[in-house]
Nanobody
Framework: VQLQAYGGGLVQPGGYLRLSCAAS????????MGWYRQAPGKQRELVAA???????NYADSVKGRFTISRDNAKNTVYLQMNSLKPEDTAVYYC???????WGTGDYWGLGTQVTVSS
């Protein structure tokens, strides 16, 4: 399974970005999809996740500002990030739990940099 993330960049505080991540490969099904982030000197943390049924979970720090969604037909997960703050600066990683011919596994994208700065 390959994950390709798009949409990172530099934005001013209060601005917005939309991340997307497309999964490809010999995928039978995708269960959960999510976004994690890792800031310099900090551990990787969950930002938001969405199940195959559409249930969502958010970190407290992004509730009300970020929205996760997915397009099952395209094996793609999105993260709409509004009202961005400098503390949202981090490398954002896409994660999926997918079932392939080799079983169910946990897959990670390479990460995309999000920088919030004036």
């Amino acid at each position: 399974v390959q994950l390709q993330a798009y949409g990172g960049g530099l934005v001013q505080p209060g601005g917005y970005l939309r991340l997307s991540c497309a999964a490809s490969g010999s995928i039978f099904s995708i269960n959960a999809m999510g976004w994690y982030r890792q800031a310099p000197g900090k551990q990787r943390e969950l930002v938001a996740a969405i199940t195959s049924g559409g249930s969502t979970n958010y970190a407290d720090s992004v509730k009300g500002r970020f929205t996760i969604s997915r397009d099952n037909a395209k094996n793609t997960v999105y993260l709409q990030m509004n009202s961005l703050k400098p503390e949202d600066t981090a490398v954002y990683y896409c994660n999926v739990v997918a079932t392939t011919g080799w079983g169910t596994g946990d897959y990670w994208g390479l990460g995309t940099q999000v920088t919030v700065s004036s």
